[in-house]
């Protein structure tokens, strides 16, 4: 965890710039597994998620998806079944009526050294490169610690999910720097939209 403090994330809107929301995947969109989401038929949204995102398309954000995804560099499934398994959650948005702009995975297993895999924030620098902007600000939603101390390491907005460990993740932040937090992504695109639920 980094003890780190953000002042208020908020930013002003740049018309300029496509107004992105930062999601993790799994315990966000759709339900974990301790022994990994392996192919495209153990995907399973969470309740609420799909129409969450297609919500937040709606009210002109672009969603992108920024995910660990160990078991690729642990040999546990292959980059081409991660990509059937995006297949199938782009499938099931779209189904929903919203859309994933770009989806970013850190392959790597833990020990490989790489720059990517969250909390460092390689993953979200990739999202700020392809897309032209700072994501200074900008919402990232997650269910763990690691994807908090990435969203703070790049001054984004980080909020906090209480499905998948989001729970647990809660009593690990002093609340003194707690981030935000919002029982489900639905509630999330509740208060991004400025719908009162
Ligand atoms: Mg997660
Ligand atoms: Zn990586």
Redesign the pocket.
């Known amino acids: 965890m980094t003890p780190q403090q953000t002042q208020d994330g908020e930013t002003p809107v740049d018309d300029q710039h496509p107004s992105l929301v930062v999601l993790d995947r799994d315990g966000v969109i759709n339900a974990d597994s301790p022994d990994y989401i392996k192919s495209p038929a153990e995907w399973h949204a969470l309740p609420g998620s799909l129409d969450a995102i297609a919500r937040l398309c709606a009210s002109g954000f672009t969603v992108v998806v920024a995910t ?1 995804q ?1 078991g690729v ?1 642990r040999g546990l499934f292959t980059e081409q079944t991660l990509a059937q398994i995006h297949d199938e959650m782009l499938r099931q948005v779209s189904e929903a009526g919203g859309h994933i702009a770009a989806v970013f ?4 297993a833990p020990d ?1 050294g ?4 969250k909390p ?1 924030p ?2 979200l620098r990739q999202i700020e490169q392809q897309f032209g902007t700072t994501l200074q600000g900008a919402p990232a939603v997650g269910d763990s610690a690691r994807d908090i101390d990435a969203a703070v390491a790049v001054t984004a907005r980080p909020i906090l999910v209480r499905t998948g460990n989001g729970r647990q993740t809660e009593q690990q932040f002093p609340e003194s720097l707690r981030p935000e937090v919002f029982d489900s992504l639905a509630d999330v695109a509740d208060a991004l939209t400025g719908r009162h639920s």
């Open positions: 660990n160990s560099g995975v850190c392959p790597h490989a790489c720059d990517c895999r460092l390689g993953l």
